[in-house]
C-alpha cells in the first residue's frame, strides 16, 4: 500500500549536537493549547544525534522474542535469557524443530557478550530443551507444556467456480493525459499513486518501497526449485482460501518470534497484500452493521483510499508525540479504528505505555481496533516495539506483508481475525478469489523456515541504514531548518517546516539566517506545489498534505530505501533548488 509519513522519531536538521525535540507534524489541537513548534535542529524522539554517524550504535533489543536486556536483573544476563527462551519453549512460541539464531546474531542484535549468549544456549541443552545440529545450527527438541489453542479448522471446500475481481480498472493511461505535474493540481483521486508511478523522473523519492535491488533473487530460485521438486500433483488443485498450510504455519512461526504475537496457522489468512486484507475486513465489519474506521490524522492515504472504496467512512482523530488521542477517538463515538502503532505513518512515532493503556480501557468498553503492522521489523535506532495483537487478540484484527521486507510485487500478506470474526474473515476470503497463488506461497515458507529472511532483513538493515543516514546529511546540507520525522525506523522520512527558527547558541547569524530563510519559504509554499515543482525537476516525492484530513504544516514524505546515496543526495539538491525558485 502506499504510504507516506512515518515519523517515528523527530528530527532537525543539523551540523551540531542537539537535545530531544517534542512533537509530531499534527496540527495543533483546537480543544488545547498549542504545541510548540520543534526547535530549528533539534532531534526528537531521542534519536541519535545528527551531526554524529546516525544510529552507529543502535538501540539495544532482538525482535526474536522481543528479547530486551534491559529486563535483566544486575549479573544474571545469561539466567535471564535462558529463562525466557524455556518460557517460549513452554508456551509454543519455539515449536519443536525451531532453530534458535545463531549465537553471534543474538549476541550482537542484543548488544552482549556472545558468552552470554551461548551460556544460555549450554543451560538449555543441559536441560534437555534444545540440541546442537552442528551445521544446522541449534534445535528445539522439548515439547510445549501446554497446545497453542486450538487446532486448525479443516480446509473448506474448494469452489470450483470462475474467480471474482473486487477491484477497481487500473489507471495505466490517465499518467499521459495527467501531465507531468498535474497529478499535484487536484484532489488526490483513486488512481493518484498510478499516475504519480507512471510519470517519468530520474529520481524517485516516493515513500513505501524497499531496497528493490536487494531482493533475494538467488535464495528465491533454490527456494523455488525445491519447492517444485518436491510438489505432489495434487498440491497444484485448488486449495484451502486460507492460504497453504505450510505458509499459514510460518507466518505463525514468524510472529511469535519477531512480534511477540502468539497465533496458531488456523488463525492466519494469506492475503494478496494489505490492500485486499483491509477490503476482507471492510466486509466483516460492514456485515456487523459497522459503517465507520476512524483513522490516524496525519495517515496513510491509500488506506483511507481503500476503507473508503467499500463504504466505510474514516473520520480523522489526531495523532501527537504519543500516538493517537484516545481521547478524540472516544469522543468520535466511531465504533473501530485503524492504527500503526509501532511505527505510525506517516509521522513514525510509537503509541506509548499511556496510551496503550487508554486503548484498552476503549477495547473494553467494545471498540474494534486494525492494527497495520505494515514496516515494523525496519528499526535502526529504537528497541522492539510490541504489537498491540500480543496484547489484545480478543479485540483485534492484525494485517501485515512482505511489502516492504520483499517486494510490493509479490502480493502475499496475512490477516489475523479475532475469535469471534475468523468465519467471517475466511468467508469473505472464499468468495473474493478462493484462495492465492499456491507456489509464491510455498517458496515464502521454505525462506521463513531456513532462516534466509532474517538474514535478508539484516542485510536490509544495514543498508537503509546507510541511506537513511545520506538522506539526514542531504537534508542538513541543504534545507537546513527544516524538521525531520519518522529516523528511528521505517523507509522514509517526513519533513516539515517550523514556524519559528530560534537560533541555537553554537550557530553563526548566517546559519540562522538560512535556516529561518528555509522556514518562511516552506511556510509560503503549498507543498503540493512544491512536490510538483520536484517532478519537473526530475524528482518524485509525496506532499504531506495528501495523508492528512485536517490541517498541517506543509511538508514533504521522502522514501529512501529504493534509492542509492548519490540519487539521494542529487534528489533533495534538486528538491531544494525547486523551493528556492518557488519564493
Known amino acids: 500500500m502506499d504510504r507516506s509519513n512515518d515519523v517515528a522519531g523527530d528530527r532537525t536538521i543539523t551540523g551540531a549536537s542537539t537535545g530531544p525535540a517534542a512533537g509530531a507534524p499534527a496540527a495543533p489541537d483546537p480543544g488545547g493549547a498549542a504545541a510548540p513548534d520543534p526547535a530549528p535542529n533539534a532531534v526528537s524522539d531521542a534519536a541519535p544525534q545528527v551531526g554524529a554517524q546516525v544510529g552507529a550504535g543502535g538501540a539495544r533489543g532482538a525482535d526474536f522474542l522481543q528479547l530486551d536486556p534491559a529486563d535483566a536483573p544486575p549479573g544474571g544476563l545469561s539466567e535471564w535469557l535462558a529463562g525466557r527462551l524455556r518460557d517460549a519453549i513452554g508456551d509454543g512460541r519455539l515449536p519443536v524443530g525451531g532453530r534458535l539464531p545463531a549465537s553471534r546474531v543474538l549476541a550482537a542484535e542484543l548488544g552482549v557478550s556472545r558468552g552470554v549468549v551461548t551460556e544460555a544456549y549450554q543451560r538449555l541443552v543441559d536441560d534437555g530443551h534444545v540440541a546442537g545440529r552442528g551445521r544446522g545450527g541449534t534445535v528445539v527438541v522439548a515439547a510445549p507444556l501446554t497446545p497453542r489453542g486450538r487446532p486448525p479448522a479443516a480446509p473448506a471446500p474448494a469452489l470450483e467456480a470462475a474467480e471474482t475481481t473486487g477491484g477497481t480498472a487500473g489507471a ?125 490524522d496525519p495517515g496513510s492515504l491509500g488506506t483511507r483510499q481503500h476503507l473508503r472504496h467499500w463504504g466505510m467512512r474514516t473520520p480523522p482523530v489526531p495523532v501527537d508525540a504519543g500516538g493517537v488521542r484516545v481521547d478524540r477517538l472516544r469522543a468520535s463515538g466511531a465504533p473501530a479504528v485503524l492504527l500503526t502503532p509501532a511505527h505510525q505513518f506517516p509521522t513514525g512515532v510509537v503509541l506509548d505505555g499511556a496510551r496503550r493503556r487508554d486503548l484498552m480501557r476503549w477495547v473494553a468498553a467494545g471498540g474494534v481496533v486494525i492494527e497495520d503492522d505494515y514496516d515494523a521489523e525496519h528499526r535502526y535506532d529504537r528497541p522492539p516495539v510490541a504489537a498491540l495483537r500480543s496484547m489484545l487478540a480478543d479485540r483485534v484484527f492484525y494485517a501485515g506483508s512482505v511489502s516492504k521486507l520483499l517486494a510490493p510485487a509479490l502480493r502475499i500478506g496475512w490477516v489475523l481475525a479475532p475469535p469471534g470474526h475468523r ?153 531544494a533548488a525547486a523551493l528556492h525558485d518557488l519564493t
Not at 553554537?506 to 517532478?535: E, F, H, I, K, N
Open 423 to 575: 468465519d467471517a474473515l475466511v468467508e469473505a476470503k472464499r468468495f473474493a478469489d478462493l484462495g492465492g497463488a499456491a507456489l509464491p506461497q510455498l517458496v515464502l515458507a521454505r525462506l521463513m523456515d531456513s532462516g534466509e529472511m532474517e538474514r535478508h532483513l539484516r542485510l536490509l538493515r544495514r543498508r537503509h541504514r546507510r541511506r537513511r543516514d545520506a538522506m539526514i546529511t542531504a537534508l542538513r546540507e541543504h534545507l537546513p531548518g527544516a524538521v525531520v520525522h519518522g529516523a528511528a525506523a521505517g523507509l522514509h522520512l517526513t519533513v516539515t517546516f517550523p514556524g519559528r527558527s530560534p537560533r541555537p547558541p553554537a550557530q553563526t547569524r548566517a546559519q540562522t539566517r538560512a535556516q529561518s530563510g528555509t522556514a518562511r519559504a516552506a511556510r509560503a509554499v503549498p507543498d503540493t506545489a512544491l512536490a510538483a515543482a520536484a517532478l519537473a525537476r526530475g524528482v518524485k516525492t509525496h506532499p504531506l498534505s495528501w495523508h492528512g484530513q485536517r490541517r498541517h504544516r506543509p511538508g514533504l514524505v521522502l522514501g529512501y530505501a529504493a534509492a542509492a546515496p548519490s540519487a539521494i543526495e542529487e534528489g533533495v539538491a534538486a528538491i
Open 172 to 296: 495505466a493511461g490517465a499518467a499521459g493525459a495527467a501531465g507531468e505535474r498535474e497529478v499535484f493540481v487536484r484532489e488526490p483521486g483513486p488512481e493518484v499513486f498510478d499516475v504519480l508511478r507512471a510519470a517519468p523522473a530520474r529520481i524517485d523519492l516516493s515513500p513505501g518501497v524497499p531496497d528493490l535491488a536487494a531482493f533475494p533473487r538467488a535464495a528465491w530460485l533454490r527456494a523455488e526449485r525445491s519447492v517444485l521438486a518436491e510438489l505432489s500433483a495434487p498440491a497444484l488443485g485448488y486449495g484451502d482460501p486460507r492460504g497453504t498450510p505450510a505458509l499459514r504455519a510460518a507466518v505463525a512461526a514468524w510472529l511469535a518470534r519477531n512480534r511477540g504475537v502468539r497465533a496458531d496457522p488456523g488463525d492466519v489468512v494469506v492475503t494478496t497484500g494489505t490492500a485486499q486484507g483491509l477490503a476482507l475486513l471492510a466486509r466483516v465489519l460492514t456485515a456487523e452493521g459497522i459503517a465507520e474506521v476512524a483513522v490516524e
